[in-house]
Structures are given as structure tokens and as C-alpha cells.
């Protein structure tokens, strides 16, 4: 992560407890393929490859496309990606814990470039929105493959 990256101007989390073991909601997480199969605002994905870290991707989400690339992927624990539209990096990070009831996971997304900080307020607001409906959107998916 350099300088700029440590210090986005558009920073967000969300966590969510999942009935679900580590496994499972690595699954779901893993297949990139499949995210727009439970994840309505990713509306296509293409993925380069393995999951594994280099693997290239593009995502189809709001007012364009992303492209990404896999920065970490440590199964079931975690994975992240870096990736930019337009002049905004997109770095987000999701960890995945055992817990009593199944796992606890989190996301972590910054923006940074110029128009991260040019549109801060807005993107944050926006960001903590989108982040808070993938998790529980995961969090749904992931209790449904565990029942099936």
C-alpha cells in the first residue's frame, strides 16, 4: 500500500455476523464468477484466471466498470483487491473469523486519487452504503449455501 493509499480520503468498514462456518462465506467470496448471482449491484464480472494473487478482473457495478486485480488471498481468512475507474483507486479487504455462531466478517474499502478527494463526502456516504448491503447480502448468500 503506498503513501496515498494509507491516507484515502474515502475510507469504510462494515461487519457482519454470519451463521456460517469460514469455509462457506470463502466460498461465496471466492467466486467472483458468481457475485452477480446474489449481489444485485454487481451487474457482470470477468475474471483472468485462479484466484490467487495477480489474477486480474473487471466488475460492472454503479456508473461503470473496475478494473481489479487480486492483492491477497488467503483461504478461508481473506481476500483483497485493488483496482481503479476512472482516476480512483478502489482498495477493499475482507477478513473472515471462526466465531461461536459460525464467522465474523469484515470489509474494508479506500478510495484515493483525485476524484476521491475531489467528491470525498459523497463517495464516503456512498461507500459505507454499498459496503453495508454487500455484507448482508453475503451474510444472506452464505446462510442459504450452509442450509442447502
Same mark, same amino acid.
Given at each position: 500500500?503506498?503513501?496515498?493509499?494509507?491516507?484515502?480520503?474515502?475510507?469504510?468498514?462494515?461487519?457482519?455476523?454470519?451463521?456460517? =462456518?469460514? !469455509?462457506?462465506?470463502?466460498?461465496?467470496? +471466492? *467466486?467472483? *464468477?458468481?457475485?452477480?448471482?446474489?449481489?444485485?449491484?454487481?451487474?457482470?464480472?470477468?475474471?483472468?484466471? *485462479?484466484?490467487?494473487?495477480?489474477?486480474?478482473?473487471?466488475?460492472?457495478?454503479?456508473?461503470?466498470?473496475?478494473? =481489479?486485480?487480486?492483492?491477497?488471498?488467503?483461504?478461508?481468512?481473506?481476500?483483497?483487491?485493488?483496482? =481503479?475507474?476512472?482516476?480512483?483507486?478502489? *482498495?477493499?479487504?475482507?477478513?473472515?473469523?471462526?466465531?461461536?455462531?459460525? =464467522?465474523?466478517?469484515?470489509?474494508?474499502? +479506500?478510495?484515493?486519487?483525485?476524484?476521491?478527494?475531489?467528491?470525498?463526502?459523497?463517495?464516503?456516504?456512498?461507500?459505507?452504503?454499498?459496503?453495508?448491503?454487500?455484507?448482508?447480502?453475503?451474510?444472506?448468500?452464505?446462510? +442459504?449455501?450452509?442450509? !442447502?
Amino acid at each position: 500500500m503506498d503513501e496515498e493509499q494509507r491516507h484515502a480520503p474515502v475510507e469504510a468498514s462494515s461487519t457482519v455476523e454470519v451463521g456460517a =462456518s469460514p !469455509g462457506v462465506v470463502w466460498n461465496v467470496l +471466492a *467466486d467472483i *464468477d458468481g457475485w452477480p448471482d446474489w449481489n444485485p449491484a454487481i451487474r457482470e464480472v470477468s475474471v483472468d484466471g *485462479d484466484i490467487e494473487v495477480g489474477t486480474h478482473f473487471r466488475w460492472a457495478t454503479g456508473p461503470g466498470t473496475v478494473t =481489479s486485480h487480486l492483492t491477497l488471498v488467503e483461504a478461508p481468512a481473506a481476500i483483497a483487491w485493488s483496482g =481503479s475507474f476512472m482516476t480512483i483507486i478502489h *482498495d477493499q479487504a475482507w477478513t473472515v473469523e471462526t466465531a461461536p455462531t459460525g =464467522s465474523i466478517v469484515t470489509v474494508r474499502t +479506500a478510495l484515493s486519487g483525485p476524484l476521491a478527494r475531489l467528491f470525498a463526502r459523497r463517495l464516503a456516504k456512498g461507500q459505507q452504503a454499498a459496503l453495508d448491503a454487500w455484507a448482508g447480502l453475503l451474510r444472506l448468500e452464505a446462510e +442459504a449455501r450452509r442450509q !442447502g
